[in-house]
């Protein structure tokens, strides 16, 4: 099995900043793609930032304000938010396309979640 599991989140005044972690565990050949969604409650999932092999992904909401990165030999990534803002408060879900042990076939998981809330 894999599993990602995310941490970091938790309740920020605006303009603070919060640092997220995802680590990725089970029986994993090699990781591709690890990235950051965020949901609204009501709202669709959407793209925060990605990064594959040392190129990385924005959303415009995102630039200049967060940073994606990733530790390869801890299979894990981060997202440093700075600047937030009351609207970047939503769950944050840790994404990884990965290949597992033994497979050829690339998969992708989700973590279950982590709670960022950014008040005024």
């Known amino acids: 099995q894999v599993q990602l599991v995310e941490s970091g989140g938790g309740l920020v005044q605006a303009g603070g900043s919060l640092r997220l972690s995802c680590t990725a565990s089970g029986s994993i050949f090699s990781i591709n793609r690890m990235g950051w969604y965020r949901q609204i409650p009501g709202k669709q999932r959407e793209l925060v930032a990605d990064?594959?092999?040392?190129?990385?992904n924005y959303a415009e909401s995102a630039k200049g304000r967060f940073t994606i990165s990733r530790d390869n030999a801890a299979n894990t990534v981060f997202l440093q938010m700075n600047s937030l803002r009351p609207e970047d408060t939503a769950v944050y879900y840790c994404k990884a396309d990965l290949f597992r042990t033994g497979s050829s076939i690339l998969m992708t998981y989700w973590g279950k979640g982590a709670l960022v809330t950014v008040s005024s």
């Open positions: 990064i594959i092999s040392g190129t990385t």
